[in-house]
């Protein structure tokens, strides 16, 4: 299938343009005409790899499916539990299960004197802060949710949207800012309170053995962080070890071991561990995440 010379010429080398033209070998030319355009022709028209349907076909898949939970009906014949009590239930549900807020001042005063690295102190600051405002979303919206069911308030677009996903047990779009997901209502629930948890025990008993890297909202800061404070101790345990300073390369000792999604920092006696480049700390990561 070509386009007319005059329009093609305009996006395409004249070589594209022909008849003769194969877009791939799996796309050989044709003597017959199309009368419809693959998507595998389509990428290849644009200069982008056949797997590029892939994505559009996804969302094409998840736009249908929500369409059709959205065309469930609301209103249910004979006894039964209406959709508003049902979202009011876990409205109400969410409320109890959701913690308080971190208190900031609270958090520094607790963190702040201790002799944890001042890079990942700061990472701690920042989560708290990023998981407040998640926090005080879901409160604030599910608040509004309860009381536009009762008729006290005006349900908004946004509300709406809310309901529809709680209804099916969807995650709301005015939740997923914090950080990707792709679970269910229930799931990610749980999943966030294990979030929390992380960082709780990091500010009540000081910071962790073992972090859990995919329950930061923000992984790649707190690798930065680690990244920090390695070179602060190579450049600590190149004043205390005996014999030349450490280089930067790979062989000098590393802050912690990575392996899977958890990250397990020095021990407290690194300055009269020895090192070399054989010789590095293992950390024998559990099976199970350490917040269950």
């Not at 009762?150 to 529809?164: K, N, P, Q, R, S």
Request: hydrophobic content about 40%.
């Amino acid at each position: 299938m070509s386009c007319p010379p005059p329009v093609s010429a305009l996006f395409f080398p004249p070589p594209a343009c022909s008849l003769d033209f194969a877009l791939s070998s799996d796309n050989p030319p044709s003597t017959h005409t199309h009368t419809h355009t693959s998507t595998t022709i389509l990428t290849f028209r644009f200069g982008q790899h056949p797997n590029a349907d892939i994505q559009s076909a996804i969302l094409d898949t998840g736009d249908l499916l929500s369409t059709v939970l959205s065309l469930q009906p609301r209103a249910l014949a004979g006894e039964g539990v209406r959709p508003e009590d049902r979202v009011a239930g876990v409205c109400l549900d969410l409320e109890k299960q959701l913690p308080e807020l971190y208190d900031l001042d609270v958090v520094h005063s607790a963190v702040g004197p201790r002799g944890d690295p001042e890079p990942l102190k700061v990472v701690l600051y920042q989560e708290c802060e990023r998981y407040n405002k998640l926090l005080a979303t879901m409160k604030r919206t599910l608040s509004a949710l309860r009381k536009g069911i009762a008729g006290t308030v005006v349900i908004t677009t946004e509300l709406e949207h809310l309901f529809d996903s709680l209804l099916v047990g969807r995650v709301p779009v005015a939740w997923s800012f914090a950080y990707p997901s792709l679970k269910p209502l229930g799931l990610w629930i749980r999943d966030l309170l294990d979030r929390l948890k992380q960082l709780t025990n990091w500010v009540d008993k000081g910071m962790p053995g073992c972090f859990w890297l995919s329950g930061f909202t923000y992984p790649t800061g707190f690798l930065t962080a680690m990244l920090q404070v390695r070179f602060f101790v190579a450049a600590l345990c190149s004043q205390t070890r005996p014999g030349p300073p450490l280089s930067n390369s790979l062989t000098t000792p590393p802050p912690c071991a990575l392996a899977n999604t958890f990250l397990a920092r020095l021990p407290s006696d690194f300055r009269q561990s020895q090192w070399s480049s054989h010789r590095q700390f293992r950390i024998r990561v559990p099976r199970h995440s350490p917040l269950t």
